[in-house]
Nanobody, 121 residues
């Protein structure tokens, strides 16, 4: 079982920056993929960015060039640097981890509790 704890959300003006951090309760070295999703009111939870154990990244088109995801295997953390924030980035941001266990490679998904990001003047 992996527990994920997010931090760093808050209120920021348009054009501002925030850094979200997600700390895992165990080593993240073996976790296949870690990332961030977000869910705005009345909308589905969508991928923002993820990073594999090998360091490969993927971003939603809406955040490319503005957000950067990074992985710290020493601190067991994944961070999301968000720049040039827009009102449409307002959402609850969830940390996610994906793991495959055993010879049959059963997939496990873990989620954090979420942190609110509000972009408003």
């Amino acid at each position: 079982q992996v527990q994920l704890v997010e931090s760093g959300g808050g209120l920021v003006q348009p054009g501002g920056s925030l850094t979200l951090s997600c700390t895992a309760s165990t080593s993240i070295i073996s976790l296949s993929r870690m990332g961030w999703y977000r869910q705005a009111p009345g909308k589905e939870r969508d991928l923002v960015a993820h990073i594999t154990s090998g360091g490969m990244t993927k971003y939603a088109d809406s955040v490319k060039g503005r957000f950067t995801i990074s992985r710290d295997n020493v601190k067991n953390a994944v961070n999301l640097q968000m720049n040039s924030l827009k009102p449409e980035d307002t959402a609850v941001y969830y940390c996610h981890a994906e793991d495959y266990v055993g010879w049959s490679q059963v997939r496990y998904d873990y989620w954090g509790q979420g942190t609110q990001v509000t972009v408003s003047s």
